[in-house]
């Protein structure tokens, strides 16, 4: 009696999901696109932003991740800001975590059935770390710590930084996990050179939107208290003269240049089988309330590599 034919086994689909703040938001239509075409990850790394939506696909809360981005505003983000002015940064971090358990995003990564792993760095070694075990909202809010933005956060007696530092799109993490098929995405492959040159055309030209300076819509937000103390430091922070990039914009830029050169090495090294780059040079790192546009770019972008994905798949 012949033996009925062995049934194919799809391979494990890893996501290698890459750190860019609130260009980040792409993940999230990069993921639904993938899944609705029936490619679903069983392996999920992410750096910084790909951390947090990697976190949401992980426990079952992207579509709440993906209605609350979509429809928050510049005051609602605020209110997740928690103003430090010593530490190591300018945000605590706290309301972060506190915002992930709202969404119920806050089990023991080894809980979940799908492989994650959100990447870290060592602040005294400069080490790569990967978590992989503990609270998840824990491991998100150390991969987003941004160098000047969020303070430093306290891990098994480590502090750590931003994972994009060391890896910002981690597909040895995924190999390492297990995963047969990788698709990384890289949110920073056509940056350099675009925004700032968006940003001088000259003290004529009138913006369609209003100023993308993080720090001066952050101060806007502040209690009077705050800003009295920082009303010093404002003027040069606030408001640079013209053609003169603010004090985030120079943090934003040397963090995309950094990124850029370390992602081109890595993945010259550490190839994936696919590698999608989301257009979000028109997306600033910290504009979080443009989160519509960014996840539309996300599954444009997956729709425009479906030939290749399937090729593999």
């Not at 390492?176 to 698709?183: D, F, R, T, V, Y």
């Not at 606030?238 to 850029?260: H, S």
């Amino acid at each position: 009696m012949p033996s009925a034919p062995a049934k194919s086994r799809h391979p494990n689909i890893g996501l290698a999901l890459g750190s860019g703040a609130a260009r980040g938001w792409a993940h999230i239509g990069i993921i639904d696109a993938l899944v609705e075409a029936g490619l679903k990850p069983s392996v999920i790394c992410g750096a910084s932003m790909g951390a947090l939506v990697g976190a949401a696909y992980v426990a079952g809360r992207l579509p709440a991740l993906r209605d609350w981005a979509e429809s928050v505003s510049w005051r609602e983000i605020m209110r997740l800001v928690d103003i430090r002015l010593s530490g190591g940064g300018v945000v605590d971090g706290k309301q972060i975590v506190t915002f992930l358990q709202g969404l119920e995003i806050s089990a023991p990564i080894e809980s979940y059935p799908k492989k994650f792993a959100a990447i870290a760095t060592d602040l005294v070694t400069g080490r790569e770390i990967w978590l992989q075990t503990g609270p998840i909202e824990n491991a998100v809010r150390a991969s987003i710590t941004l160098p000047g933005i969020f303070r430093p956060y306290k891990i098994d007696g480590k502090w750590l930084l931003d994972g994009g530092l060391v890896n910002p799109v981690p597909v040895s993490t995924c190999r390492a996990l297990g995963a047969e098929i990788i698709i990384a995405v890289n949110l920073n492959g056509d940056l350099l050179g675009r925004r700032f040159k968006d940003k001088t055309r000259g003290a004529d030209s009138k913006s369609k939107r209003p100023s993308n300076d993080w720090l001066a819509q952050l101060h806007s937000q502040m209690p009077a208290s705050i800003r009295q103390q920082i009303d010093l430091l404002a003027p040069k922070l606030l408001q640079p003269e013209d053609r003169t990039p603010g004090y985030f914009q120079v943090i934003a830029t040397a963090i995309n240049i950094m990124q850029d050169h370390i992602t081109r090495t890595r993945l010259a090294g550490e190839p994936p089988h696919v590698l999608l780059v989301p257009r979000l040079a028109h997306v600033g790192l910290l504009e979080f309330n443009r989160a519509k546009e960014a996840i539309d770019e996300g599954r444009a972008c997956v729709e425009r590599a479906l030939p290749l994905l399937r090729e593999y798949l």
